[in-house]
């Protein structure tokens, strides 16, 4: 299904894309990051925010990470301001990254067996599809936040995968 290669490509390709989310939305004043757009989870902030709460519960399951105090009706308050939001979304992309280039191809066989709050009930899943979850996760709130800063005036780079520079 999916291979260590492609995870490795998408944690790159997460962290190239939370930089250009974070600059255009830098445009922004904290008002404006903040007004409810209408959007699932209200602002561009709070659907970042929720982007990186559902990034750390899903490395709870894979990495050991520690996973949220909170579930995902409060995903949207996950950090308390804008800087530690950035500060937080830069440690938890660096740790991305670190954890994608440990992978092997052994990491991505069996089955990961967690409580789901989203469904409240256990769940028990191959893990190659929840790891490939996690990463269009991020792609399908990443794409509504493109759209929420674009509407609000702001200017967030290029999205395609083809196009993400080598270095990042």
């Not at 390709?13 to 939305?25: C, D, E």
């Not at 904290?30 to 959007?39: I, L, N, T």
């Not at 490939?132 to 674009?150: D, W």
Request: charged share 25%.
């Amino acid at each position: 299904m999916i291979t260590v290669d492609f995870c490795q490509t998408m944690a790159r390709y997460n962290a190239w894309q939370n930089k250009s989310l974070i600059a255009a939305a830098d445009e922004l004043s904290d008002g404006e990051r903040r007004a409810d757009r209408g959007a699932f989870f209200g602002s561009i902030e709070g659907t970042l925010n929720h982007v990186l709460w559902g990034d750390t519960i899903w490395m709870s399951r894979f990495d050991g990470w520690k996973k949220p105090k909170t579930g995902i009706p409060d995903s949207p308050r996950f950090t308390a301001d804008w800087l530690r939001y950035k500060a937080a979304r830069g440690d938890a992309d660096s740790r991305i990254n670190s954890w994608a280039r440990k992978l092997t191809d052994n990491d991505l066989v069996g089955q990961l067996a967690w409580y789901s709050g989203a469904v409240g009930a256990n769940v028990q899943k191959p893990l190659a599809l929840c790891v490939q979850h996690f990463f269009n996760h991020q792609t399908h709130h990443r794409g509504q936040v493109h759209a929420l800063l674009t509407a609000a005036g702001a200017k967030p780079d290029d999205t395609d995968l083809f196009l993400m520079p080598e270095e990042a």
